[in-house]
T-cell receptor
């Protein structure tokens, strides 16, 4: 089945460490998104990409960077992790178009000590 | 800026009964979409139902239906005949069409979420 996968599913790291979260999709979608979920805040957009050469910041991009290695792969990096980046991270994909339903990956639980 | 508010942090319902989850939003746009997502303990985000703002008819998906009040900017979710498997966090979300220009880029704006407990 066409799917959106995220690795790792859970990760514990220490303050100051660099960490990469990976997202892969077999849906053939052009658009990919990274969100973070915090209790009481819902999900907020970190970065989005409409194709390999088009990457844009979302509303909370500070402290994060991304790489679109291929149409199917979109990675999120925390260059120097800090405790307030502890959250649940979701990757989502969508087809181009006016109405493009987003399909979410299973999420990565990141804990920064 | 668009905002979405879910004023009920937690709700509970007896199995087989009906429950309504509330959502309000703020926007100056006339064309947009509204969604309800379900997040069970597995963390997976599952689309439950969607509503296009230009449609006056309320969307329905099996036991799930919405009450869309455009003038009041209200979008509630009704779950009928509640089942134990309905227990989850529910998120209301909003977006405008991704070709509407500006900085819409298909971004979903989410509410804070409502935890639904279903009692047997």
């Amino acid at each position: 089945d066409a799917d959106v996968t995220q690795t790792p599913r859970n990760r514990i790291t220490k303050t100051g460490k660099r960490i990469m979260l990976e997202c892969s999709q077999t849906k053939g979608h052009d658009r990919m998104y990274w969100y973070r979920q915090d209790p009481g805040l819902g999900l907020r957009l970190i970065y989005y990409s409409f194709d390999v050469k088009d990457i844009n910041k979302g509303e909370i991009s500070d402290g994060y960077s991304v790489s679109r290695q291929a149409q199917a792969k979109f990675s999120l990096s925390l260059e120097s992790a800090i405790p307030n980046q502890t959250a649940l991270y979701f990757c989502a994909t969508a087809l181009a178009g006016a109405y493009n339903e987003q399909f979410f990956g299973p999420g990565t639980r990141l804990t920064v000590l | 800026a668009q905002t979405v508010t879910q004023s009920q942090p937690e709700m509970s319902v007896q199995e087989a009964e009906t429950v309504t989850l509330s959502c309000t939003y703020d926007t100056s746009e006339s064309d947009y979409y509204l969604f309800w997502y379900k997040q069970p303990p597995s963390r997976q985000m599952i689309l439950v139902i969607r509503q296009e703002a230009y449609k006056q008819q309320n969307a329905t998906e099996n036991r799930f239906s919405v009450n869309f009040q455009k003038a009041a900017k209200s979008f509630s979710l009704k779950i009928s005949d509640s089942q134990l498997g309905d227990a989850a966090m529910y998120f209301c979300a909003y977006r405008i069409p991704s070709n509407a220009g500006g900085t819409s880029y298909g971004k979903l704006t989410f509410g804070q979420g409502t935890i639904l407990t279903v009692h047997p």
